[in-house]
């Protein structure tokens, strides 16, 4: 069943109760009256409460209001936050760079506002060791302290010691926090680029500001030259002297 609402000559009910497109009460009106008063409107007469009785109907922009609508519910999805569990496994007797680099993922969880579980996985002889498991979840809890808290304390489950960190900022703050960077960070190369092209046209300026600068200079020397004086023609010698 479609669940949009009934439009214009779709509603099938002799009379409803109208709302005008301000949304002051007209009242109950037959229909062929609100279908009329649509058309002089040049709107929509729109079901709003088909359960009523009689009917409301509202006189509106259908198509305006739909794509409203759309992009509202757009952006109440992208403002919803949703809670992940992410997961990170390590070994009792794990290297030191490799834990180092484990932490970095939890810690980049922990900053998304997402809840993170620590799985130490025990193998062979290492299963009669689980107080290594511990004293590893209980370092990883302690260096991580500022960003996230143990919301489920370690314990033995099988062949693994699990344990639960949850961060400390919720999801919609780290949402918002990391919108506010990337809009900074994104305001900041666009100040960039704008002081690149303004630096380039200030050079361009001072280079055509130098060649004026020397013709400029260069014009008097052509001027106060002084002109070369045509050759006198000297009177030809009388034939015969």
Do not use: W
């Amino acid at each position: 069943m479609s669940t949009e609402p009934r439009i214009n000559d779709r509603i099938r009910v002799p009379e409803v109760r109208l709302v005008g497109p301000s949304g002051e009460q007209v009242g109950i009106v037959p229909l062929a009256k609100a279908l009329e008063l649509a058309q002089e409107y040049d709107l929509d007469l729109v079901e709003v409460a088909a359960t009523a009785r009689p009917p409301v109907c509202k006189l509106m922009d259908y198509g305006k209001f739909k794509y409203e609508s759309a992009m509202k519910a757009r952006e109440a999805r992208k403002n919803q936050a949703h809670t992940v569990i992410k997961e990170m496994k390590l070994r009792p007797k794990i290297d030191p760079h490799d834990y180092d680099t484990k932490k970095g993922h939890v810690v980049r969880f922990l900053k998304q506002g997402d809840k993170v579980k620590i799985t130490i996985m025990f193998r062979g002889r290492e299963q009669s060791r689980p107080e290594l498991g511990f004293r590893l979840l209980q370092r990883l809890a302690d260096d991580v302290q500022d960003l996230g808290f143990v919301e489920s304390s370690p314990k033995q489950d099988g062949r693994n010691m699990i344990m639960v960190l949850g961060p400390h900022k919720k999801k919609t703050e780290a949402m918002a926090e990391a919108r506010a960077l990337a809009d900074a960070r994104k305001a900041e190369r666009q100040g960039r680029t704008t002081g690149s092209d303004a630096d380039a046209a200030a050079a361009d300026e001072d280079v055509v500001t130098e060649d004026a600068v020397a013709e400029a200079q260069d014009a008097p020397a052509e001027a106060e030259a002084p002109e070369a004086e045509a050759p006198v023609e000297q009177p030809a010698a009388p034939q015969g002297a």
